[in-house]
């Protein structure tokens, strides 16, 4: 997808990387392309997309070329087609990963245990292990040599450098000890000893260092890519909300069902009750309330009339109507939507990994201490026995098994113990993100509220009882579909458990209903409909109008018999918890600021009833406008957390620094979000900080020990007295440490 900038001389692409296994990759690709003439890259490690900006005499081919020559495909990704949108194409590499995980898990398991278990060493046990582990060093663990041949063809070193030189040189050994030394002699035993002293080492194998580590990476690596391959999801969510087929009026009244694709400008189409708008567009005809939840996240359905735009996606909750499409295809506002989210993917940093980052050193540096060690033992006469021996216990103790499962393991644990607690961390590139984030947007509706219109207050005029307001409008209001009237009726339903049924209904377009309901007729709806039919509302009952407007809610008028008989205070109620919610994340040292679609008078009635300070109030923001919000907020120097549900808050979910999806809401917010909420209760976005800091502190203190345990024997295996059996286990002791490091994420309780 090719698009030219205003800036005629400056052209942008969006190129698809292939073959990229770490951040480090990534950022390999993008300096690549940084250092050509006249372009400027990002390269996300996540989408796997370039987005590159260019212009001079530089062609898309001569890009493609540059990615090529670093060692990775790269290609135009071609736009999904509207109804290929929702589904899921094959993965042919996830699928390869898993299938090398299980051949390599099945295959690793019984020459881990005859190697670490006496009684199962039988006579020839050891060629057993070698026909085990020969597939899973070579089929399995191929991705890592592949990967750690290209990058070597280009000077680089990464974490697959170190799991394709460590697994290779114990299966190597192996090889040597079983048909040169004596390790392959009928009824050779594995003997497990602690001991510091130098000898030839021919008669131990390495089989299950080899077989082992690469089972327990390929499983990390195949969870982060099964991870990695949401990226897309937000996009196909957003794709999904639109209408698939469209009802057109042609000029002589006549009606045709049509794909949506088939749409044009000018056309005018229909749109029944409980039918999707087609598209953005402007009422010709009819009159309707539209529920524009599902894109926008806001309870409070729209009236439409004549003249009034509409909005593609959203759902026509009551009459019938004729809508002149405006926009069509990617001009749509959910297209732009879904290009705003996209956009901030792309634009996001990409995280680096710490282990990557460090084994971008740590990895030359140990191939060329094991090369020293082989030369330096050769040349004072030690025979070639002894010295591969020590070169390979400096490679074995240098393997990267502790590295590899410092972050998965206390991922697992700590993954495990938020799904218990309604917290769900997508993966290790955003617990970084919770250590910076000082302010944390909230969006109103379905985050700090319920996300549904409810009966908050009944005010009755003097002699009449609540009772028979409720049991009047109840019954009239369950007729009808209008998410007040439910909200009207849900509220009567709950306090008396019955309602009548109502006679003679009819709905009043814009206005409210009225009917028959036990010989009384009634009124229910806006001020207006009780105006129309010489009905006042009396002193008493304005003010309680007044009352609600002021705070934010909408107030409906009952009349029956001819008088006004009661105001009823209908409203996006808050949350019960989320006040205490909002004192969570201030002792967190966050920032809380309120981020709605409403009116000021609404936003700032619920930021008083939450605790929220009235300057911290961003009101009446358009949908497409959320992720600027957040941009403006990065601009000043904050790094920003976004809680939000809808689909509306996918783009500014994906802008922000960590983005907390509720999920209880719209998929696409759930896909864009870094971290999300099951619960839907605001109390877990502080409670999903606090496991994701902790989590992130465990990964790095599993990283320093797995380093420090490793690094501190490499001296003595350098000068020999470190045997490759004692340096896997000192490799398999550093694995324990940090897995049980791990486990002690299973203790964390949320606060209160």
């Known amino acids: 997808m090719t698009t030219t900038a205003s800036d005629a001389a400056t052209t942008e692409v969006e190129l698809a990387i292939g073959g990229m296994t770490c951040a480090s990759c990534a950022a390999r690709v993008e300096k690549k392309l940084n250092r050509m003439d006249g372009v400027r890259a990002t390269v996300n490690y996540a989408t796997e997309k370039a987005k590159v900006s260019y212009g001079g005499d530089v062609s898309v081919e001569e890009l493609i070329a540059a990615v090529e020559a670093t060692g990775y495909s790269a290609r135009e990704p071609a736009p999904p087609a509207p109804e290929e949108s929702g589904r899921d194409e094959p993965d042919g590499e996830l699928r390869s990963l898993r299938e090398r995980l299980i051949t390599a898990v099945v295959l690793s398991v019984p020459v881990v245990a005859m190697a670490m278990i006496p009684a199962l060493q039988f006579t020839y046990w050891q060629w057993l292990s070698l026909a085990l582990a020969a597939p899973v060093v070579t089929y399995a663990a191929w991705p890592f040599h592949r990967a750690a041949f290209t990058h070597l063809r280009h000077g680089a070193a990464t974490m697959d450098t170190l799991i394709s030189v460590g697994t290779s040189a114990a299966f190597l050994w192996s090889l040597w000890a079983l048909f040169l030394g004596s390790a392959g002699e009928p009824g050779m035993t594995h003997p497990f000893r602690l001991t510091i002293s130098r000898g030839d080492g021919s008669g131990n194998i390495y089989l299950e ?17 099964r991870s990695k391959r949401k990226a897309g999801a937000a996009l196909r969510a957003l794709l999904e909300l639109g209408a698939r087929n469209v009802t057109v009026l042609d000029a002589q009244g006549g009606e045709r069902t049509v794909p949506v694709a088939e749409l044009r400008v000018g056309d005018r189409f229909l749109v029944r009750p409980g039918e999707k708008i087609a598209t953005d567009g402007t009422v010709v005809e009819g009159s309707s309330a539209v529920d524009a939840s599902m894109l926008t996240g806001e309870s409070v359905p729209v009236e439409v009339a004549v003249g009034d735009p509409v909005t593609g996606a959203t759902l026509n909750a009551g009459g019938r109507l004729v809508v002149e499409a405006t926009r069509v295809g990617a001009d749509t506002r959910l297209a732009r939507m879904a290009r705003l989210v996209e956009d901030a993917q792309n634009g ?36 070639a026995s002894a010295a591969f021996t020590a070169a390979v216990a400096v490679l074995i103790i240098a393997c990267p098994c502790a590295l590899g499962l410092a972050t998965p393991t206390a991922l697992m644990v700590g993954t ?3 799904a218990q607690l309604g917290i769900l961390i997508k993966g290790p590139e955003v617990l970084e993100s919770t250590r910076r984030v000082d302010a944390v947007v909230l969006d109103k509706t379905g985050t700090v509220t319920t996300g549904r219109m409810t009966l908050l207050a009944v005010t009755p005029a003097a002699g009449v009882a609540e009772e028979d307001v409720l049991r009047l409008a109840g019954a009239l209001e369950h007729a ?53 039919r010489a009905v006042a509302l009396p002193q008493e009952l304005r003010r309680a109008k007044e009352r609600a407007e002021a705070s934010g809610r909408t107030a409906v008028a009952v009349a029956w018999d001819g008088a006004a008989r009661a105001v009823l205070e209908v409203a996006d109620a808050v949350k019960e918890t989320s006040p205490e919610a909002i004192q969570r994340l201030r002792a967190l040292g966050l920032t809380p600021i309120l981020l709605t679609g409403d009116n000021e008078t609404v936003a700032h009635a619920v930021a008083r009833e939450v605790g929220i300070a009235p300057e911290h109030v961003v009101a009446e923001v358009l949908p497409q406008d959320k992720a600027e919000v957040v941009k403006r907020l990065q601009a000043e120097g904050r790094s920003v957390a976004m809680v939000g549900d809808g689909v509306n808050d996918a783009a500014a979910l994906a802008q922000a620094d960590l983005g907390l999806a509720m999920g209880t809401g719209t998929d696409a917010a759930i896909e864009a979000g870094d971290l999300t909420l099951v619960r839907g209760d605001l109390r877990a976005a502080a409670d999903a900080i606090r496991l994701a800091r902790r989590t992130l502190g465990t990964i790095r203190s599993n990283l320093f020990w797995a380093f420090a345990y490793n690094v501190a024997a490499l001296p003595l295996a350098a000068a020999g ?5 004692i340096a896997g286990a000192a490799m398999a002791f550093s694995s324990v440490f940090v897995v049980g490091n791990s486990q002690r994420l299973r203790s964390f309780r949320p606060a209160g």
């Open 480 to 532: 009808s579909e209008h998410p007040v009237a439910r909200a009207v009726a849900d509220g009567a339903l709950d306090r008396l458990g019955s309602l009548p049924a109502p006679e003679d209904f009819a709905n009043v377009p814009g206005l409210g209903v009225r009917g028959v309901v036990g010989g009384h007729a009634v009124l229910v709806g806006r001020e207006r409909l009780l105006d129309a």
């Open 348 to 383: 996001k940093a990409a995280a680096q990994r710490l282990a990557d980052r460090i084994s971008a050193v740590f990895v030359p540096v140990v191939i060329a201490l094991a090369v020293a060690t082989l030369g330096f033992w050769l040349g004072n006469g030690a025979g």
């Open 209 to 225: 260092a080899a077989a082992g580590v690469t089972a327990f990476i390929l499983a990390g690596r195949y969870f982060e890519a």
């Open 721 to 725: 007295l470190l045997s490759p059996m």
């Open 416 to 418: 495990g113990r938020g």
